[in-house]
């Protein structure tokens, strides 16, 4: 009997996947820097690095957020189901909101962060930076819900910046003027709308099916016109979002599914998640563990938000104590254009950076012209946001 | 008469930045400042004034990158609402209808100026080169009091071992060359590097700018250093906008003085500074208040505080006539103009981004030089040269969308015309030598005006309070810079009277708004009073 051929498309050549908003972007860019979002290709910067973190924090930027990875949750028991999963308790959350969350392992060790969406409690959406479908598929044991991924489905738009309320009502999105942070809406077209972003700044996500994706751009791209519009890419927003003390996962902390390493992994207690864990829940996953750990202080960790003197960005620098002791290690540091700081986000070892906090350096290796400059900076350990900008929040937005 | 008995451990005469810094790192140590400024708005030459409804003018100074990073720091001006935006772009316009577009990306530069000449294109790594250097001997000095050379105090002869210090980190040649780029002029130094006429004028602008000197009189290649060591963020080089306007930074730092407790006082120009036995005791206002303190700061001039607010006979005389001699003679203006909308310029392609930064008109030296000679013969320059911005172009704050604010720098407007005060009608003839060279360039522009404000040296003069409408408080060349600055042996604040001190742009490192002379002066007079001075950093390690 002849076998059936099966036709399909070698993976060879296109590891990185187009997104929706692919050519919008391409089309801008100038020098061809891609980077892989999680197989998608995705832009570090589109024209200059400089200027489009300016366009966050002075005008409009539009960074492509179809890469995250999206789970849509449906069915008769999806809140236990998430009350199950996630730390915090989706009950509690209103419909039409978002809720910034995460989940842990049996073990208590986060498996990632993400946004959790919420339609109605029969209907939701999880975005977040790392695959999960197994995790999720046996978690889902003994409910009665469907649960699929639909990151392909569904293209997103980051629109974020002083001006971005007043480019969404020149596009005819005056319902925008009523969302609070953390609100979303859906208009029609099944175009959804939130007041959210990365940049601690004032700013919207678009999620919208993929066929919308180019006219929305233009629609978008018309009515900023006047108001600086820029498109950006990553390594802007990374600037941002350390300005208002966001982790990312696997870069500021491991997550346990990555982990090799068996001290790698972290509970939300060492990367400053505490105050999501709703211990009042009956069960989620990892609370047992959790309530032990901070039952008999087994947190090792505990992340930091740094000010460092002078002027170079310490990426990756040591912590000392005293100048003497390691205490901690810094996971992302930049330069913050806004405070005019160096500041840094850091994982540090208890009871550094706890009941320790003073008399901490960090070396930093500044390499010019092949030759390091090496120095000794003091930190200090401050709160977050480094950043704090009113019109973040404020109702109805501000216009610029 | 009506005098107020508060006593106050600082009065500051002027809300200029520089005063401004100077007051706030004076609260922060726990004195008690007030400080009083004579218009009815602050900032000096550093302001956004609302001039026509809706459209905010940077009606003085209009780009910042001297700004010192470690002064927003310690005064925590961002929490204060300061932001500084980098700007992207700049051009030169030819008279034979091309452009030499200036981008923040080398090889775009590059290729630019290769469409000029090719050699230059590739001369310009070692020009930029060679002038880092000088700027990396420089920027160490500008946080630091200048030594005086003629005393023996050890800090003095430290500060000196300093820059001798700073200097022999210079090769024998690199250290000759050093004393040639102080005193040489910036058209000489471009001829060592470049040929193309045009990209020679697109790079001594700097070196001519707020200066009363032509772009072949020696000391102007110092005056281009002075402008190129600014930054934005670690890019030396490059300029930003103040969002918000040039005032955005006053009403920062205003902001952070009054979060620290401090007191200050619109309306209240100072007449005259109270003496008593070579000390100062107060301050005597024009409308006849007074307010006591023993030590009192100037952020005006050097000429106007020695000259107008304290008598002659309390000054030794040797001091009053080094006084008269410090150049500070106005050689610019400025048209401010609201436009209706973005104005075309043909010759460059649509929705290049280099008319977002600086504009030019000059395309040789040869013009800015004869620009000069109308000055030098006493009048305005009848084709001047411009640098002209559109900061509404990458700001939003400034105009309503579509509507834009253009700031013209004018190169050269004297302080009087043939020797006689400027009139209605002549102002108006220089307003339009001004629109008159930018029409050349962007056909329909005289359409889209709203609004303009001339300013020649005299409103500079009577409104700000600069002496002949300089810019800087005084020439930036090198017989007036360092330990000369504003006078030998008074360049470290103080004055030959006890407890009168000078904070402005006279004094070291000199003009532009940097905040160094205001901080500098503070750190003296916190020395003097026995206080901390631990809140004001050191300056960031050049490395
Ligand atoms: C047209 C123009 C364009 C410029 N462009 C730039 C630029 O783009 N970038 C840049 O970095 N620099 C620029 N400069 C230079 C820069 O603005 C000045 O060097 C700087 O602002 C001076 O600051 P200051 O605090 O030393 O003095 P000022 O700003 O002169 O402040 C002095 C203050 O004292 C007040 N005062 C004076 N006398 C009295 C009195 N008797 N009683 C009470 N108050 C008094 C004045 O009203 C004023 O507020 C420009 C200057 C001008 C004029």
Same mark, same amino acid.
């Given at each position: ?154 293209? !997103? ?195 550094? !950076? ?47 | ?165 700073? /200097? ?240 013209? /720098? ?61 810019? /800087? ?71």
């Amino acid at each position: 009997m002849k076998k059936e051929l099966i036709k399909s498309k070698s993976n060879f050549n296109n590891p990185l996947k187009k997104t929706p908003f692919y050519e919008k972007f391409s089309s801008q860019m100038t020098q061809g820097y891609w980077y892989d979002w999680s197989g998608y290709k995705a832009a570090s910067i589109i024209q200059d690095q400089e200027l489009e973190y300016f366009a966050i924090r002075s005008t409009t930027s539009l960074f492509d957020i179809s890469p995250l990875i999206k789970y849509r949750i449906k069915g008769k028991d999806t809140e236990k189901f998430l009350n199950k999963l996630t730390v915090r308790n989706v009950i509690l959350q209103k419909n039409n909101t978002v809720q910034y969350t995460l989940w842990c392992n049996d073990d208590g060790h986060v498996l990632d962060d993400g946004t959790l969406f919420k339609f109605s409690e029969f209907d939701y959406r999880l975005c977040c930076q790392e695959r999960h479908l197994p995790w999720l598929l046996d978690t889902a044991i003994g409910f009665d819900i469907e649960l699929f991924e639909e990151t392909d489905l569904v293209a !997103g738009l980051s629109i974020q910046g002083p001006t971005s309320a007043s480019v969404l009502n020149n596009a005819g999105l005056s319902i925008i003027n009523t969302l609070k942070p953390f609100d979303f809406v859906t208009i029609k077209k099944n175009i959804l709308i939130s007041r959210t972003g990365f940049t601690g700044d004032l700013g919207y996500e678009i999620f919208l099916p993929n066929q919308l994706a180019n006219n929305f751009w233009d629609k978008i791209w018309e009515a900023g016109k006047y108001l600086g519009i820029k498109a950006i890419g990553f390594n802007a927003l990374n600037i941002a979002r350390v300005e208002t003390g966001f982790i990312v996962a696997n870069s500021d902390f491991i997550t346990a599914e990555h982990a090799i390493r068996n001290n790698r992994t972290r509970n939300p207690d060492e990367i400053g998640l505490s105050w999501m864990v709703d211990m009042s829940k009956p069960f989620f996953n990892g609370k047992d563990a959790i309530v032990k750990i901070r039952k008999n202080n087994l947190s090792k960790y505990v992340f930091a938000a740094l000010e460092i003197d002078g002027k170079e960005p310490a990426d990756g620098a040591i912590i000392y104590h005293d100048k003497k002791h390691e205490v901690g290690i810094i996971t992302t540091a930049t330069w913050s254009p806004t405070a005019k700081k160096s500041i840094a986000l850091a994982s540090m070892k208890l009871p550094y !950076g706890q009941k320790i906090k003073s008399n901490l350096w960090v070396e930093i290796y500044a390499l010019r012209e092949l030759e390091y400059y090496k120095m000794m900076k003091k930190v200090s350990i401050v709160k977050t946001p480094f950043v704090k900008l009113k019109r973040r929040t404020l109702t109805p937005p501000l216009k610029n | 008469m009506n005098s107020q008995h508060k006593n106050y451990d600082v009065i500051i005469i002027g809300a200029g930045h520089n005063g401004l810094v100077n007051a706030c790192y004076l609260q922060k140590a726990g004195l008690n400042v007030l400080v009083l400024e004579k218009n009815d708005w602050i900032g000096g030459a550093a302001v956004s004034r609302e001039l026509t409804p809706n459209i905010l003018y940077s009606n003085c100074s209009y780009v910042c990158s001297l700004f010192r990073p470690e002064i927003m720091r310690d005064l925590e001006l961002p929490k204060h609402g300061l932001q500084i935006i980098g700007i992207e772009g700049g051009t030169t316009f030819t008279q034979d209808g091309r452009y030499l577009a200036n981008y923040r990306n080398y090889h775009s530069k590059r290729r630019e100026m290769a469409r000029f000449s090719v050699k230059d294109s590739e001369a310009y790594e070692r020009y930029s080169r060679d002038v880092t250097r000088q700027c990396r001997f420089i920027q160490p000095l500008l946080m630091r009091t200048a030594p005086d050379p003629a005393s023996f105090k050890s800090k003095d002869i430290g500060e000196i071992f300093y820059l001798i210090k700073q /200097f022999n980190e210079l090769s024998p040649d690199q250290m000759a060359e050093t004393i040639r780029f102080w005193t040489m002029s910036i058209s000489d130094y471009l001829d060592e590097y470049f040929e193309n006429d045009v990209i020679k004028a697109s790079l001594a602008l700097s070196g001519i700018i707020g200066t009363a000197l032509g772009p072949m009189s020696p000391g102007t290649a110092y005056v281009l250093l002075h402008h190129y060591m600014g930054e934005v963020d670690g890019s030396i080089g490059s300029w930003g906008y103040a969002r918000g306007g040039m005032g955005a930074i006053t009403q920062a730092l205003s902001s952070s003085f009054k979060s620290f407790g401090g007191e200050l006082i619109t309306e209240s120009e100072v007449e005259n500074i109270l003496i008593k036995n070579n000390q100062a005791k107060g301050v005597a206002l024009k409308n006849g208040n007074e307010f006591y303190s023993s030590n009192i700061v100037s952020n005006a001039d050097v000429k106007r505080t020695f000259l107008k607010l304290v008598d002659d006979k309390f000054l030794p005389p040797s001091f009053v006539k080094k006084v008269k001699n410090f150049k500070i003679r106005g050689s610019s203006g400025k048209v401010n103009i609201g436009l209706d909308s973005m104005p075309d310029f043909p010759a460059v392609p649509k929705g290049d981004p280099c008319i977002k930064g600086d504009i030019h008109f000059t395309d040789s030296i040869e013009r800015m030089e004869k620009a000069y000679d109308d000055w030098k013969n006493g009048t305005w320059s009848k084709d001047p040269f411009l640098d002209m911005m559109i900061p509404t172009a990458t700001d939003p704050t400034m105009a309503p969308p579509g509507k834009h604010f253009m700031s013209c /720098f004018v190169q050269y407007c004297p302080p009087k015309v043939y020797g006689k005060d400027w009139t209605q009608e002549k102002k108006e003839a220089f307003g339009e030598t001004v629109i008159k060279q930018i029409e050349d360039y962007s056909p329909g522009f005289r359409e889209k005006i709203i609004h303009m404000e001339i300013r020649t040296p005299k409103e500079l003069e009577d409104e700000v309070g600069l002496t002949e409408g300089n810019i /800087f408080q005084g020439e930036l060349t090198f017989d007036q810079l360092l330990f000369n600055r504003p006078v030998p042996g008074y360049a470290q604040y103080r004055s030959p009277l006890k407890g009168l001190y000078i904070c402005g742009s006279s004094t070291h490192p000199g003009g532009g708004v940097m905040g160094a002379p205001g901080r500098n002066a503070a750190i003296e007079i916190l020395k003097d009073l026995k206080k901390p001075t631990s809140h004001a950093r050191s300056a960031y390690e050049v490395i």
